[in-house]
């Protein structure tokens, strides 16, 4: 049964840092673009960043700049570093891996930046 287990969010100030980790056990990882997506309340889940299995990157506009994606396919293992954090980043984040074997989803880690 593919898993992905999300960890790393909690509280920080405007202007901290932290670093999501998602741990993948599905059979072979590198094969999968990996995702990350956040759902702030009230509004809809949307893409933050992704990572293909070629390491090729893109980031939603607002983040640019702010967060780094990238991945470790020794550890099967996706990483979100988050900078400059503001309370618009506020929300629960979700890790997505998708490949032409299936699409799996996280349970979500709360992110919460206080003003």
């Known amino acids: 049964q593919a898993q992905l287990v999300e960890s790393g969010g909690g509280l920080v100030q405007a202007g901290g840092s932290l670093r999501l980790s998602c741990a993948a056990s599905?059979?072979?990882?590198?094969?999968?673009?990996m995702g990350w997506y956040r759902q702030a309340p009230g509004k809809q889940r949307e893409l933050v960043s992704a990572?293909?299995?070629?390491?090729?990157?893109n980031y939603a506009d607002s983040v640019k700049g702010r967060f780094t994606v990238s991945r470790d396919n020794v550890k099967n293992t996706a990483y979100l570093h988050m900078y400059s954090l503001t309370p618009e980043d506020t929300g629960v984040y979700y890790c997505?891996?998708?490949?032409?074997?299936?699409?799996?989803w996280g349970q979500g880690t709360q992110v919460t930046v206080s003003s």
């Open positions: 990572i293909t299995s070629g390491g090729s990157t």
């Open positions: 599905i059979s072979i990882f590198s094969l999968y673009d």
């Open positions: 997505n891996a998708k490949s032409r074997f299936g699409q799996y």
